[in-house]
Nanobody, 114 residues
Framework: QVQLVESGGGLVQPGGSLRLSCAAS????????MGWYRQAPGKQRELVAT???????NYSDSVKGRFTISRDNANNTMYLQMNNLKPEDTAVYYC????????WGKGTLVTVSS
C-alpha cells in the first residue's frame, strides 16, 4: 500500500522559514513525478510545486523565488524549503504522487502569523 506522510509544519512569523518533508512508502519512489499542494481555509486546493523523476521543476507564481522543491530518491523523501513566508502562505500542505492512481498524504498545517 502506497503511503505518503508529511511533516515539518508549524507556526512561523512572517519572513520566517520552514522545511516540509514527505516520506513515501510502498512504491518505487524514484520513477514518479511528485508535488506539493496547499489548501487555505475556505479555498480550493492549489498547486505549489512539482518535481519530475528527472528533476524537472515547476512552481506556482505565488511561491516562485521563495520556495524550493527537492527530492531524495535514495531515502524516498521529497522536501519543500519555504523561505520568506507570508501570511497568505497559511494552509494545509499536501504531498501528492501519481503512479496511475492519485495518492495524497494527510497534510501538515503551516501557519504564518505574528
Amino acid at each position: 500500500q502506497v503511503q505518503l506522510v508529511e511533516s515539518g509544519g508549524g507556526l512561523v512569523q512572517p519572513g520566517g522559514s520552514l522545511r516540509l518533508s514527505c516520506a513515501a512508502s510502498g512504491i518505487i519512489f524514484s520513477i514518479y513525478p511528485m508535488g506539493w499542494y496547499r489548501q487555505a481555509p475556505g479555498k480550493q486546493r492549489e498547486l505549489v510545486a512539482t518535481i519530475t523523476s528527472g528533476g524537472g521543476i515547476n512552481y506556482s507564481d505565488s511561491v516562485k523565488g521563495r520556495f524550493t522543491i527537492s527530492r531524495d530518491n535514495a531515502n524516498n523523501t521529497m522536501y519543500l524549503q519555504m523561505n520568506n513566508l507570508k501570511p497568505e502562505d497559511t494552509a494545509v500542505y499536501y504531498c501528492h504522487l501519481n503512479y496511475g492512481m492519485h495518492t495524497w498524504g494527510k497534510g501538515t498545517l503551516v501557519t504564518v502569523s505574528s
